[in-house]
């Protein structure tokens, strides 16, 4: 069910995204396309071609006489784009190289978006600087979009030293809405760490999924204060609105214990309401937590913090994950009243009867374990394979629910 949900909210991410063209051309396959350089200084920036490499078109740019500044070179988008919205985390990934640096320089790059309000007022945001290797590597970037922004012009800065810089595969993409929540890359840009009497790491050793996880060590047991991984980006959250957040944990020792606090942010920016916590223990082995809770009025945003130094131990979190608690607003669906069942008790057959169509039907034990799902009711129901005893009975139509007690004979 959680999966269904999952993939349908990324099926409607990607419509919407597929409908807005963000980059164009990030692969360089047509040529430079729309991509520009900025910035006059052509002692500097001496030329940006695009270049066949291996049957692949990549963009060469070649810095001479580099002063420092890595605002120096920059390759740009010609024209910004409109249509970010608030609520969603962007992800920006681009592959690179530098070659023909010398000996003891490193060649840099900086993710660097121009934010403008309603075409004026241009001002800058800077993600993190990547350093760059001689080899081709992905890098990646995470952002919201703030409320101020009216459009997005998505450019990289580099050229503090001197050499050949190789770009290819510029792409923009909706990501999930926990940026970087799996802890594949770019763990700084996106995550804060406090690290009194610990350490808090990006480990390739015990993942959940992927390449990488969240590694939290602690050495001295104490406030849960003193050792945190929180998210450093905000995340936009409706007001009034169910949440489930989710991860993964485990621990080497099987008792690490983490709380986690879900603070609530105004459009000032400000804290309101009061801070969710949750506390668990881990196991030795992966297990999904879950922490469902509702945003007050007025909040416009979230911080995400998981604390964890009350317990000597190495905890490990992977696939923070965000979403609308879709299935709490099933559970909140009117009563059906007019839906009757007879016999009750039975033993071989129910039936259903009620004013509105029927969705289906579920049978589950006292212990809350579904025994019996029925899609496509034809008003009739075979019970005959529960054993006798007493269950709870619940039918969805198209107006609601009604949960009853049936009693198999
Ligand atoms: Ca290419
Ligand atoms: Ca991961």
Known sequence: MKKNLLLISLLFFALKFN?????????????????VTWGSDKNVLQSFDVVDESSNNVAKLVIANASGEINKGTLKQKNAFAGLDSSLVYHLSVRAKALNVADGETAQMQFKTKRLKDGANAKYINLDTYELTTEWKKYDA????????????????????????????FVLEVNKNIANGNFESDFESTWFKREDNGTVEISNNSVYEGGSAAKVTINTAGDAWH???GTKLKIPVDENTDYSLSYYSKSDNGNGKIKLAIDFIDSKGDKIGKTKYVEYT???????????????????KILVTFMLAEVV???????????????????KRPEDNSVKIYPNPANGFINIAGNSGIASV???DMTGCRVLKNANVNGRVDISSL??????LKVTTEKGTKVTKLIKQ
């Open 19 to 35: 409908a807005q063209n963000i980059i164009d051309n990030g692969g360089f396959d047509d040529g430079k396309g729309d991509w």
């Open 142 to 169: 995470y952002f919201y979009k703030e409320d101020s922004w009216n459009e997005l012009l998505p450019s990289w800065n580099f050229g503090a030293v001197n050499g050949d810089y190789y770009f290819d595969d």
């Open 227 to 229: 050792l945190k991984l």
């Open 282 to 300: 881990t196991t030795t082995s992966y297990e999904e937590y879950n922490t469902e809770f509702t945003t007050p009025t007025g909040t416009k």
């Open 313 to 331: 131990d190495v905890i490990y979190i992977d696939n923070v994950n965000l979403s609308k608690n879709v299935a709490t607003a099933i559970r």
């Open 362 to 364: 579920e049978v589950s």
């Open 387 to 392: 054993k006798t005893g007493v269950y709870l």
